[in-house]
């Protein structure tokens, strides 16, 4: 499961969740959101598109500063690297839209269930 941010659009921003092709958003009329098809999307394309520092970075520093102070403090952190995040916008054949965040390799996942 990958988590994508919704930044703006025809559903409620926040947290989604995305899973083999089907994502699940956040909308006002149903609590338990809404689950919705990438095939159901009529577009997308990419918004931006940049470098972040991977999440377990600071975790990896810590690690490395134990057990080889500085030095290993920076090695854990290079070691974590980067990852790039997309923010894209979709339009549904319905004419919902949506522009939400994620990383490269889960957008590279929805573009190819979209173009199928």
């Known amino acids: 499961m990958a988590k994508i941010e919704v930044l ?3 559903f409620l921003q926040g ?3 995305y899973r083999h092709g089907t994502f699940r958003l956040k909308t006002v009329f149903n609590s338990a959101g809404v689950e919705v098809k990438a095939s159901a999307f009529k577009s997308l394309e990419i918004a931006t598109q940049s470098p972040v520092a991977n999440k377990d970075a600071f975790g990896y520093g810590v ?3 134990m057990l080889l102070g500085p030095v290993g403090a920076i090695a854990g952190y290079l070691m974590a690297g980067t990852e790039n995040e997309v923010t894209f916008i979709g339009t549904l054949k319905d004419g919902r ?3 939400a965040a994620t990383d490269s390799n889960t957008y590279k996942d929805i573009s190819r269930h979209v173009l199928n």
Do not use: F
């Open 63 to 65: 690690a490395g500063a």
């Open 97 to 99: 839209q949506l522009m």
């Open 15 to 17: 947290a989604g969740e």
């Open 8 to 10: 703006s659009g025809d």
